[in-house]
């Protein structure tokens, strides 16, 4: 007990020194500067701390070491603060754990509700990041025991747990969901397999060998569909809103955070816990707070992807919080939990810092610094970002004219940003077809994320657990906990949607002649894809295709039986009352994704509009092919607001030319891009000095 | 005139004139001193890593200072382009890149010797790279749990040992296998850990008891309770020189136990991507004035008091080999005899584990 006492007064005496160390101006001042450039990084879709946090490295030689930090956590714990900004307000995730934030965000925006979207997002990361650090914080003395007790077979059962809410991210359609889940699977087995080397679906190309990139895949996934949406809609996003509504709404986001504060404590808690456990990508933490949130939170069933802001909590709160958690395992062990903590791992050893036990003990008013650092860092951020919410609020509100060309732009270099490759490109506008179609066709889409970045973990650690403990690992305690966890949330709504249904006697007997609509061709065109990835994997050698053929198998069963549900089940009974058709409301589980809102429109007018928009980005990428990227996004803003909203000759202009300007100085210059070579650059050499060319 | 050859015309003289223009420019490159050339311009280091890791470091380190001692001082950046390896950076430094001497590569050791042993075709034929220099050379070491029941190298020619590994390709991978086949170690592989940090963790808490093919440099101070209470120890040298702490701690090299010449010219093939640790490459076709005066600017770039003391800081070794050297040593590589190279290939084939 008394050591307990002692141990716990050391850590308060070390905890304040590192805050008021913290609390010099000159460091405030550079925590500052950091927090301004990871919002302004934040914002922007796809490009998160890393490239920021490398080129800042440099800077911190010369500082000492809580400046340097203040600086460079400044900046890594507030680009998840700005991501939710163009989540809510255009459906474009601006990071890899913002996606579930467009989920309820867009519709919220849709609604005229994005002042309270956007303000629930800052108060949520806000609190979320704090909390996270809080955790942090308590857990110092605890963090290298914990850690060390965490071998690859729990790594396995966290995973399998995070992939089990599959089962509530399907929503109403689980076959369709686990479908898709493992279809994420299987393209997260893309790449050079870890066991034998086996070039996976690699197609003979240099860019499949590494597998393909998260950013260039969400994108596609979750933003294009939406953007198409909006070109076919012809609209804007959200009817005008008055600057009253705007700080009506923002105090109402406030509000919201305060009254679901225990939503948020567990869903920072969530985000903190994974974020630490190296091996885990953290790219799924929003989509497991969300589906936390989902199964626990009451009445969520019914209104999640409609606009409920407990979705938009959920998921804010989880990711802020991750960076303080990712600090746990590069403090303690120096194994980074993140990229961009890889990077602050090269800042401990320019300081003389060595990641370990001199960290929690000799250094720990360092390791303090950080923890305030994270925490403070949120703090900043949101304040910054309330500052500025009016103006963003009300972006939401212009022509589709005006907003489609500046965010396709930043969309596809966000893509490209990823591998700064034409495969980039290539990836985004596949899965952007592949996202509008079951964003069309009502395939839930999370499930796919899902699938995909657990994937890769789950075939790694369950292949170094086999091997390592042959089947024993299965009975260590925290694994079965895990196992039969992650088993009771698959098993549970399955169980409740056959007693929905009045059992599976009921069910049987719903069956009816064959009727066939458009939307089975996917479901078709779906099967034939994984059918032939199947094909493809069976000469492979065991290892390398056990995990693909076990999962493709699946995936096959699932969207069979969907295909078969589609063509031969009775659509369900029209209500014949008031109080039936209210059951009936209840009952049934929500689609679990954004639904389309072109359903008014006639199918040749959304498909030729779809065909137009697709038809956009191919020629972006064609031009971008001969003229280069920068020149390219200039013509293209003229091009597009001249033919599809004959806005005015002047303001035309200027958008493109602040436009490809300001694309050239991020990234040309600041971030110096190697862009791709052109064919005007081949043809003609001397126009080289062109940028991009 | 129609207005068709009239366009004709206008686009054939265009044409022309452009033509003559790029010739022009093509001339004045020949006749031009290296100092003019480079004056006002800008050259970029495309690093086949993303940012952050070793490689990125070392060529940010080289990008701040080398500017200086190239004539004419140039701006010098840093561009990222991870991917296969550093394999995708390799391609793209042969085969796209402007051959004017505005871009060098930083490349992994394993992007020079794969197209020699392994079995996937790439882009890029190294021993046709111009080479710039080498930073720093690194010897490969295996590392043991004191309690695991394998006491020294001779123990694990017979006794089994767990030991962590990467994919395909890693050291910790190839180095083992590599003891298997020649020596007939029993290292009983566990694959699948994403890099070495993870493994040294899973090391730390007795899930694997030790570890093949990690890199000397930094080990004392990353890791220094390992030696400060012996939980983890040096088992043996995955080198041809060995390093000198080592040497003094006598920690054998494996080369020590190679029965033939033939065993020994296999290691000796295979370890040398630790002599090039971290190499800087031009493409092929440089004007060789500007190369020459490339690798003088590397060389004094790697002697310049204000990067030593950055490095120092950072606790990066420098030990710079110059570009005519690593042109040779890789030259060398490629004039191994076939039968030494098809030795090495079966070597690092992984044969089936009980």
Redesign the interface.
């Known amino acids: 007990m008394e050591a307990f006492t002692a141990e716990a007064a050391f850590m308060a005496t070390m905890a304040s020194k590192a805050f008021f160390a913290l609390m010099e101006p000159h460091r405030l001042m550079f925590l500052g500067l950091g927090c301004i450039m990871g919002l302004v990084l934040g914002i922007v879709p796809g490009i998160g701390g890393?490239?920021g946090?490398?080129?800042l490295?440099?800077f911190t030689?010369a500082m000492d070491p809580y400046s340097a930090f203040a600086l460079l956590l400044g900046l890594g714990a507030t680009t998840a603060t700005g991501d939710p900004i163009p989540a809510i307000l255009f459906g474009v995730p601006g990071g890899a754990a913002s996606a579930a934030t467009v989920l309820d965000g867009f519709p919220m925006a849709k609604r005229g509700e994005a002042g309270r979207a956007l303000s629930a997002a800052y108060m949520s990361s806000l609190m979320g990041g704090i909390f996270g650090a809080m955790l942090l914080a308590v857990s110092i003395p605890i963090l290298r025991p914990v850690?060390?007790?965490l071998?690859?077979p729990e790594l396995l059962a966290f995973s399998i747990l995070g992939i089990s809410m599959v089962a509530v991210l399907s929503g109403s359609a689980p076959l369709r969901g686990v479908a898709a889940a493992c279809l994420g699977v299987m393209i997260a087995m893309i790449g050079?397999?870890?066991?034998?080397?086996t070039?996976r679906w690699t197609m003979d190309s240099?860019?499949l060998?590494?597998g393909l990139r998260l950013t260039p895949l969400l994108l596609g996934i979750f933003a294009l569909p939406e953007l198409c949406d909006l070109l076919i809609g012809r609209t804007t996003i959200s009817k005008s809103i008055d600057k009253a509504s705007i700080y009506k709404g923002q105090w109402q986001g406030v509000k919201d955070c305060m009254e679901n504060w225990w939503l948020i404590v567990r869903c920072s808690w969530i985000g903190g816990g994974i974020g630490s456990i190296?091996?885990i990508s953290a790219s799924v933490i929003d989509w497991l707070a969300y589906g936390h949130a989902l199964k626990t939170e009451k009445g969520a069933r019914e209104t999640f992807g409609k606009g409920d802001v407990r979705g938009v909590i959920a998921s804010e709160s989880s990711n802020n919080a991750k960076e303080g958690g990712a600090l746990v395992?590069t403090i303690a062990?120096?194994?980074?939990g993140s990229?961009t903590m890889?990077?602050l791992l090269?800042a401990f050893?320019?300081h003389?810092l060595?990641?370990?036990?001199d960290m929690l003990h000799k250094n720990l008013d360092i390791t303090y610094t950080m923890v305030w650092s994270v925490a403070l860092a949120n703090i900043l951020g949101a304040g910054l970002c309330y500052a500025f919410s009016p103006q963003f609020a009300r972006l939401a509100t212009l022509r589709y004219t005006l907003i489609l060309p500046a965010v396709m732009g930043v969309v596809y270099i966000g893509a490209f940003e990823a591998?700064?490759?034409w495969g980039d490109l290539v990836a985004l506008l596949a899965f952007g077809v592949v996202g509008w179609l079951m964003k069309q066709n009502k395939w839930p889409r999370p499930p796919l994320v899902l699938g995909l970045v657990l994937g890769d973990s789950i075939?790694?650690?369950m292949?170094?657990s086999v091997?390592?403990y042959g089947f024993s690992w299965l009975w260590r305690p925290v694994v079965a906990a895990l196992l039969i966890l992650a088993l009771i949330g698959l098993l549970r709504p399955l169980l409740q949607d056959i007693r929905r249904q009045g059992g599976l006697a009921k069910m049987a007997a719903s069956f009816q002649a064959p009727t066939f609509k458009l939307s089975q061709l996917f479901t078709l065109f779906f099967i034939s894809v994984i059918g032939t990835m199947v094909i493809a994997a069976l000469p492979w050698h065991f290892s390398a295709k056990l995990v693909p053929l076990v999962v493709g198998t699946v995936a096959l069963t699932a969207a069979g039986l969907s295909l078969f549900n589609e063509v031969f089940r009775k659509p369900e009974t029209s209500p014949s009352g008031l109080s039936e058709q209210a059951q009936q409301e209840i009952g049934r589980a929500i689609h679990m994704d954004l639904t389309s809102d072109t359903d008014h429109l006639p199918m040749r007018v959304v498909a030729t509009r779809a065909a137009r928009f697709f038809g956009y980005l191919i020629a972006f990428m064609g031009s971008m092919a001969v003229i280069g990227l920068i020149p390219t996004a200039g013509l293209f803003v003229v091009i597009f607001m001249r033919l599809e909203g004959q806005e005015r000759w002047t303001l035309t202009l200027t958008y493109a030319a602040v436009l490809a300007i300001s694309i050239y100085l991020v990234f040309d210059r600041f971030m110096?891009?190697?862009w791709p070579?052109t064919l005007l650059g081949q043809l003609?050499?001397?126009l080289k000095f062109i940028p991009s060319v | 005139m129609s207005i068709g050859s009239c366009l004709r015309r206008a686009i054939v003289a265009g044409a022309c004139v452009l033509t003559t223009a790029s010739l022009a420019a093509a001339q004045e490159s020949h006749s031009e001193s290296v100092e003019q050339f480079y004056k006002g311009k800008q050259v970029q280091i495309v690093v086949g890593s993303s940012p952050g890791g070793g490689y990125d470091t070392y060529a940010r380190l080289l990008a701040r200072h080398l500017g200086d001692h190239i004539p004419g001082n140039p701006a010098v950046v840093v561009q990222n382009m991870s991917g296969a390896g550093s394999n995708r950076a390799a391609g793209y430094i042969y085969s796209v890149a402007p051959k004017d001497g505005t871009v060098a590569g930083a490349i992994f050791p394993g992007a020079i010797l794969q197209p020699l042993l392994g079995g996937t075709p790439v882009q890029h034929e190294p021993a046709k790279f111009l080479y710039l220099g080498n930073a720093n050379s690194d010897v490969y070491v295996c590392f043991v749990r004191a309690d695991a029941p394998v006491k020294d190298f001779k123990d694990a020619l017979s006794t089994e040992l767990i030991v962590g590994a990467s994919g395909d390709g890693a050291t910790t991978r190839d180095f083992p296998v590599m003891l298997n086949n020649l020596l007939g170690a029993k290292f009983k592989l566990v694959m699948g850990y994403p890099g070495s940090r993870e493994i040294t963790l899973a090391m730390e808490r007795g899930e694997v008891q030790g570890v093949c093919g990690i890199g000397w440099t930094g080990i004392e101070i990353l890791y220094p309770e390992w030696f400060a209470k012996g939980t983890i120890k040096p088992l043996v040298q995955l080198s041809i020189k060995g390093h000198r702490d080592l040497h003094s701690r006598k920690v054998p090299t494996t080369l020590e136990f190679a029965r033939n010449d033939d065993e020994r010219s296999v290691m000796e093939l295979i370890y040398s991507q630790g002599v090039f640790g971290r190499p800087f490459v031009l493409p092929p076709g440089v004007p060789a004035d500007r190369v020459a005066a490339l690798r003088k600017a590397f060389m004094a770039t790697f002697a310049d008091p204000r990067l030593l003391a950055e490095a120092k800081k950072m606790n990066f070794d420098v030990e710079p080999m110059s570009g005519e050297d690593m042109q040779a040593l890789v030259t060398k590589l490629y004039a191994t005899p076939a039968n030494v190279v098809e030795k090495a290939k079966q070597a690092l084939t992984a044969k089936p584990q009980r």
């Open positions: 890393l490239t946090t490398a080129m490295l440099p030689f850690m060390l007790y071998g690859s050079s397999d870890p066991q034998t080397g070039l240099l860019y060998w590494d190296p091996g395992p062990f120096g194994v980074p990229a890889a990077i090269g050893l320019i003389g060595v990641p370990g036990p591998n700064r490759s075939e790694r650690y292949f170094i091997e390592r110096s891009i190697p070579p003609i050499p001397a």
